[in-house]
């Protein structure tokens, strides 16, 4: 990964907040008790939600440069 600017690791902290937030407000109560249940929690919302949202983005990005690259 290439290194961030300050601007935008500071971006990048606001909206994984925001992210966090939204995700702890749809957590149930009782998997917010224990360490071990938090940590299965957030592994589980990870994968479910987050990861494919951020691979569908990358593969659409890629997707595009390669459809650039063979125009030009």
């Not at 939204?22 to 249940?37: D, P, V």
């Amino acid at each position: 990964m290439k290194k961030l600017s300050i601007k935008r690791e500071k971006e990048l902290k606001k909206h994984l907040t925001q992210v966090a937030k939204i995700l702890y407000h749809h957590t149930e109560e009782e998997k917010l008790q224990e360490f071990e249940t938090i940590e299965w929690e957030l592994r589980n919302q990870l994968l479910e939600k987050v990861a494919p949202e951020i691979g569908e983005f990358f593969f659409h990005k890629g997707a595009n440069k390669l459809v650039e690259r063979k125009e030009k």
